[in-house]
T-cell receptor, first 115, second 110 residues
Framework: NAGVTQTPKFQVLKTGQSMTLQCAQDMNHEYMSWYRQDPGMGLRLIHYSVGAGITDQGEVPNGYNVSRSTTEDFPLRLLSAAPSQTSVYFC??????????????FGDGTRLSIL | GQQVMQIPQYQHVQEGEDFTTYCNSSTTLSNIQWYKQRPGGHPVFLIQLVKSGEVKKQKRLTFQFGEAKKNSSLHITATQTTDVGTYFCASQGGSEKLVFGKGMKLTVNP
C-alpha cells in the first residue's frame, strides 16, 4: 500500500520556469490538499479538492494552479516560478468526503528551490 | 478564518523531563487533531479529540480537549530523544479545510 506518493522529491528551478508537482494516492480518498511548509510558518494550505472535478483555494493560492481529473491524482502547477515559492510542498489526502474529520495522510514532500 | 495558535513555538528539554504544549483557538472547535513531524520527514497523524473534556493517552503522551472546546494540550512524560520533532495541532471547524497551527518544535538534550 503506497499511500500518498509525491514526485519529484527535490527540484531546482530558475525564476520564470514552470513545473508540475505530482501527487497520487491509492486509498480512494475523496479529499486531497496541497500545503507548503516554510520555517516558522507551519503548514499553509494552498489548494484543496473534495472530489474529482472540484477544487477550491486555501490560504495561499496565488501563483499555483490545480486540477482534479481523477480521484487518484492532484497535481500542483507553478506557472511562473518565483523565489518566494521556494519551500517544501506536501500533498495530503483523507477519506470520508467533504467535512469529514478523518486523519490526513501526507506524502514525503517535494523540496523545491527557485533561483 | 479559523486559526489555531500553538504555544510555545520552541521547546528545549532535558531527557527525562515532563512538558506540556498548548493549542488555542478563539472559536469553538468541532475537533482537534495532533500530528508529529520528525526532522526531514512528513507530518504523521497522532490522535483526534472530538468531545468536550476528552482525554486520550498514547504511552507517554497525554492529549486533552478543553471543556469549552477552544483549546487542547499535549503532555509528554519523561521525554526521550525519540520525541524530537515538530508537533502540530489542526482543526476543521466544520469546513472541509484542515487548518494547522504553526507547530511546536521540540529538541531534547540527552
Amino acid at each position: 500500500n503506497a499511500g500518498v506518493t509525491q514526485t519529484p522529491k527535490f527540484q531546482v528551478l530558475k525564476t520564470g520556469q514552470s513545473m508540475t508537482l505530482q501527487c497520487a494516492q491509492d486509498m480512494n480518498h475523496e479529499y486531497m490538499s496541497w500545503y507548503r511548509q516554510d520555517p516558522g510558518m507551519g503548514l499553509r494550505l494552498i489548494h484543496y479538492s473534495v472530489g474529482a472535478g472540484i477544487t477550491d483555494q486555501g490560504e495561499v493560492p496565488n501563483g499555483y494552479n490545480v486540477s482534479r481529473s481523477t480521484t487518484e491524482d492532484f497535481p500542483l502547477r507553478l506557472l511562473s516560478a518565483a523565489p518566494s515559492q521556494t519551500s517544501v510542498y506536501f500533498c495530503a489526502s483523507r477519506g470520508g468526503g467533504g467535512g469529514s474529520n478523518q486523519p490526513q495522510h501526507f506524502g514525503d514532500g517535494t523540496r523545491l528551490s527557485i533561483l | 478564518g479559523q486559526q489555531v495558535m500553538q504555544i510555545p513555538q520552541y521547546q528545549h528539554v532535558q531527557e527525562g523531563e515532563d512538558f506540556t504544549t498548548y493549542c488555542n483557538s478563539s472559536t469553538t472547535l468541532s475537533n482537534i487533531q495532533w500530528y508529529k513531524q520528525r526532522p526531514g520527514g512528513h507530518p504523521v497523524f497522532l490522535i483526534q479529540l472530538v468531545k468536550s473534556g476528552e482525554v486520550k493517552k498514547q504511552k507517554r503522551l497525554t492529549f486533552q480537549f478543553g471543556e469549552a472546546k477552544k483549546n487542547s494540550s499535549l503532555h509528554i512524560t519523561a521525554t526521550q530523544t525519540t520525541d524530537v520533532g515538530t508537533y502540530f495541532c489542526a482543526s476543521q471547524g466544520g469546513s472541509e479545510k484542515l487548518v494547522f497551527g504553526k507547530g511546536m518544535k521540540l529538541t531534547v538534550n540527552p
